[in-house]
């Protein structure tokens, strides 16, 4: 009988042989291919022996499309149709780029879900601007490898929200890449760094790149890569110290309101003097604007540090808080690997190197580390036999829950579990006969729902009518590899079922998720106490209904002084409801309790005779 051979969709058929993937990293200032070469992760050069790619896209007037260096050469003349940065923009809105205060030169459309520039090419989204990178890159990779890629590992923060990992999943669709996964770049930059090093202990990995901050604490462990914790800031880059530097060269040359024109050309000016003083210790900045205005400016290093430190000690907060998550001190840190172009900055390095009082590790390009640690992952992925045998084990950055009644959050899977992760809990109804259930899925850390982050809801039909905590819900919570969230709830006994993939069409405004997290620590003294107003609210509202409906049926059981005082407390209970604590919402119900012990008694004894009634003996 002859064997009829198969393969995964989008793989070579024989296992044997070599599959060409490639680990990207997706940059806000450049882009990154790497590929696993003759045993060793290496970076793919343009034909001009180029590693990086300005992550820049111009929409030329003949309909074409150019990306990176020519582009970024046409940003001063035609700034509207150039796009750079478009990282900071993926999966986020309009509002949240006010919240950022952070200035593009672009024409905004008023989408209100999805951000849109106006260019001569039609409207054009982030993922649209991030698909022509991604798809150059790819051409790149398949020139220098010498056929088709079969898949890809891309990197994103590690504070990337659902909304941002799943615009750039859809960024690589458009380009035609099959994703492997979605490699968080502090990870990514450890396993380059771990398995470049045969390093072992744990480590600190700072990544300051051109738009976000991340921070991840690892333990490494004979190819064993444990994310302990991560931090960071998803609007937090190299951008922000060129925007300071910007506001400064104005404020210095007495200038405002400058066309799209002129603010790109300053924009350029400062960033190459920002990478002139790394090594300099003073910049000049000249430049002639269109309205024939000059501009020369000197700047020195130590003022450069000066208008900027506040940015490099809003780094400090986040790497804390990792350490802290981690259970780990500043002393059991066996070295901080530095990640993102926007380190190299002297006081970027100073400023660890107190911090954690040891000189940070600076032996791998800090360009380029990220992107070869995706190209191992994603050679290791692909199937390609691999002589170091590791495995990756990556965390949620923030907790997933979903409210209860009361408006309380419950949280289901805590921040830093690893992943890929599924955890389930049990619910049951409030009411009797309720049918549905709406599930409402939040993120952050506070207890109280109106103090979190909603990302989904779906509802829950069918649930046999039953007394109130009679049925039994199961929800289902489920985060992959790639970070990406889906939900499901089950009734136990009927098994009607429901379920949702979390895919929010808009982003995090800024720093929001570093405030939940910092909100989350600095009120749990003040959350608690509200959680446990809103428990005993939940608590006693349900015994007013059960004691009420009890004194519709059989209220004539009771003398009528006992009546009056069943109905005083029920009033004074529901008066605490709105404005009393929990301790005294939780005395009054206790009260209301004792005092209807004994009608309780009296109705059991009623139901127990009218059972009986007609009944013989050998019935019974």
Known sequence: MALLQIAEPGLAAAPHQ????????????????????????????????????????????????????DALKAQKIDPVNTISSAKRLIGRTLADLKADNHYFPYRFGNNERLIELHTRQGNKTPIDVSAEILRTLKTRAEERLGGPLTSAVITVPAYFDDAQRQATKDAARLAGLNVLRLLNEPTAAAIAYGLDNRAEGTFVVYDLGGGTFDVS?????????????????????????????????????????????????????????????????????????SDGRQISSNITRQEFQNLTQHL?????????????????????????IMVGGATRMPHVQQTVAMFFGQTPLNNLNPDQVVALGAAMQANVLAGNKNDDEWLLLDVTPLSLGLETYGGLAEKVIPRNSTLPTARAQDFTTFKDGQTAMTVHVVQGERELVSDCRSLAKFTLRGIPPMVAGAARIRVTFQVDADGLLSVSAREQTSGVQAQIEVKPSYGLDDETITRMLKEGMNNAGEDMAARARAEAQVEAEGLIAAVSAALALDSDLLEPSALAHIQALISKLQTNLSSHTAEQIRAATTALAQATDDFAAKRMNRNIQRALTGQSVENL
């Open 18 to 69: 070599h599959r060409l993937a490639a680990g990207i990293d997706l940059g806000t200032t450049n882009s990154l291919v790497a590929a696993v070469k003759s045993g060793s992760a290496v970076c793919l050069t343009d034909e001009q022996g180029r590693a990086t790619l300005p992550s820049v896209v111009r929409y030329c007037e003949d309909a074409r499309v150019e990306v990176g260096h």
């Open 312 to 336: 490099v000690a809003k780094t400090i907060e986040p790497v804390k808080q990792a350490l802290k998550d981690a259970g780990v001190g500043k002393a059991d840190i066996k070295g901080v």
């Open 217 to 289: 604490v690892l333990q490494l462990t004979k190819g064993l890569f444990e994310v302990k914790a991560t931090g960071g800031n998803s609007a937090l880059g190299g951008d922000d110290f060129d925007h300071r530097l910007f506001c400064h060269l104005l404020e210095q040359n007495q200038l405002s309101q400058l066309n799209e024109q002129d603010s790109q050309l300053l924009l350029s000016l400062v960033r190459a003097a920002k990478e002139t003083l790394t090594t300099e210790s003073s910049a000049t900045i000249q430049a002639t604007l």
